[in-house]
């Protein structure tokens, strides 16, 4: 009973974490180790790997293959939980059937016309892409411009290419308002169609997507509207592009960077606060498109900081925000992967670029963005097995434990963070820390005795200072090494006071913080969705 006493209070420490001393965190991941050494492993939760995922755009944008040998050696290092097909706006007039655009001339549309149709269909994407993933992508259905049967025949086509369907969209963005009740009406045969489809396959419903820039947006009674019609759905998406800079400079100078990056934590509590309150307890929330301010609102957050740290940190800074709320965020996918420099479509929120041409992988670039959060992501989804445990860590020996002024109305942590138990040769610890603060914090975890793999032997900064605002070349970056060496990110190797059973690290504002067992593996231990 103790054991399951801990456990559960884990997911309760972002509401109180920042007055968790040392001993109730040490206690905390004590207790999970003996969980895990005696084989009670029922009471957590593996990693999600749909928090580490990607709004995709490849065929309707970037009109590279699948198989393109480009596409896969980003693929081959950087792991990717998932993707989200086609993309967001795309989806309204896209047809999966055939792996084109639906009724629309533009240069996209020519440009995918110009390939075999089936060339972009989800069976050539598994076929292509699948061996990368860790969980089948969610697929995003035309509810706009699609009618009729047209809508349901996506469903037969996901059924003939026999591809996984483990996540239904319906619909992006202009296929309806909120809780608009021609849309309702619209999608209730889709979904009724879909359960007998695809029984076992979760339905995600439009949520709040308005993004002025500044965040959160007040849609509770949208969420009202739409619990009144839950037998449509079980899952809410929503989409967030924020902070603007117009909400950045409300605050000192001094503080512009890291309020940049504390933001999210702010937002998605927000957000589970408005779907537990209005939609009850067992709807989880699709993040699937997600990113800052974007052109539309006004002009571009942080202009010349576009390809820099800061927006690999915000990045990193959602997935952890998101790990500590808990289960309630189910999928979070950034916007976005893949950028041509003959399509401009999402030039601004790309962290990768590809070539204009076919099979060209030493054209392949990337930004500090993806660098920052190469070494994060190979830690959680390429172990040799996967994660027993995960819950939040907590700073615990800072003279300002909180973000200096609320976000929200939210008091924020300095370090948002979390611990990971692995099943290696041995169960094993690791932490990913990221201080959101302007200041430098001093934290303190658990490290119990006489574990050999324990021993953190490497501490590795990523800071918000780098200015890039360019892609550098793949090819020039030692992607094998720990971190990347060679890449646009700024980092350091931080000192890590290790003393019996608890590790300190001072951590400097805006940075990223990893800890974990030399003995961890990185290896390609790719899971092909089911």
Not at 235 to 251: E, G, K, L, M, R
Not at 257 to 269: G, H, N, S, V
Not at 396 to 420: E, K, W
Not at 456 to 462: P, S
């Amino acid at each position: 009973m103790l054991n399951v006493a801990l456990t559960d209070h884990v997911w309760l420490l972002p509401r109180t974490r920042s007055r968790l001393s040392t001993f109730f965190l040490l206690i905390a991941c004590l207790t999970s180790y003996l969980e895990v050494t005696t084989g009670n492993h029922e009471l957590y939760q593996p990693f999600n790997p749909r928090l580490w995922s990607f709004s995709s755009y490849q065929g309707a944008v970037v009109n590279l293959t699948y198989t393109d040998s480009g596409i896969q050696r980003l693929f081959d290092v950087f792991p990717i939980g998932s993707l989200r097909y086609p993309g967001g706006s795309i989806a309204n007039n896209w047809n999966l059937t055939s792996g084109r655009w639906y009724n629309v001339t533009s240069m996209y549309a020519n440009r995918t016309a110009s390939f075999p149709e089936g060339t972009f269909t989800p069976k050539a994407m598994m076929a292509g892409l699948g061996k990368y993933l860790f969980a089948p992508p969610i697929w995003n259905l035309n509810i706009y411009s699609f009618e009729g049967e047209e809508m349901l025949m996506q469903l037969d086509a996901l059924a003939d290419m026999g591809v996984p369907v483990a996540y239904l969209e319906l619909g992006n963005e202009l296929a309806g308002g909120c809780a608009d009740p021609e849309y309702l009406t619209k999608v209730r045969p889709v979904v009724e169609y879909a359960r007998k489809k695809f029984p076992h396959a979760r339905i995600g419903i439009i949520g709040q997507w308005h993004s002025p820039g500044y965040a959160p947006q007040n849609w509770s009674s949208c969420a009202t509207a739409l619990n009144a019609h839950s037998d449509l759905f079980d899952d809410v998406t929503v989409h967030q592009y924020a902070p603007a800079n117009t909400s950045i400079v409300q605050h000192p100078r001094e503080l512009w960077e890291a309020y940049t990056i504390a933001m999210p934590w702010a937002d998605l509590a927000f957000q589970r606060q408005t779907v537990q309150r209005f939609m009850g307890p067992n709807v989880t929330i699709w993040l699937d498109e997600f990113n800052w301010g974007g052109a539309w609102i006004g002009n571009l957050t942080w202009p010349n900081r576009t390809r820099g740290s800061l927006r690999g940190l915000l990045h990193t800074s959602y997935i952890l925000s998101a790990i500590n709320q808990g289960p309630i965020f189910s999928s979070l996918n950034y916007y976005s992967l893949l950028y041509q420099s003959l399509a401009d479509w999402s030039h601004w929120a790309s962290c990768a670029q590809v070539s204009d041409y076919a099979n060209d992988p030493n054209a392949v670039g990337v930004d500090a963005n993806l660098q920052v959060n190469a070494h994060f992501s190979a830690m959680v989804l390429r172990q040799r097995t996967p994660f027993l445990w995960m819950g939040p860590s907590t700073n615990i020996h800072s003279t300002a434990p909180v973000f200096p002024v609320p976000i929200f109305g939210t008091q924020v942590p300095c370090i948002v963070g979390a611990c990971f138990w692995t099943n290696t040769t041995q169960p094993a610890l690791a932490y990913a820390l990221l201080n959101v603060c302007n200041h430098t914090v001093v934290t303190a975890h658990a490290k119990p005795d006489g574990m050999k793999s324990i021993v953190f032997a490497r501490g590795t900064a990523y800071g918000a200072g780098s200015d890039a605002n360019t892609f550098q070349p793949l090819s020039s970056i030692n992607t094998t090494a720990f971190p990347w060496q060679g890449g646009p990110a700024e980092y350091d190797t931080l000192p890590v006071s290790d003393t019996g059973s608890i590790i300190t690290a001072s951590i400097p504002p805006t940075t990223l913080l990893l800890l974990e067992p030399t003995s961890n593996s990185h290896a390609k231990a790719k899971q092909q969705p089911k």
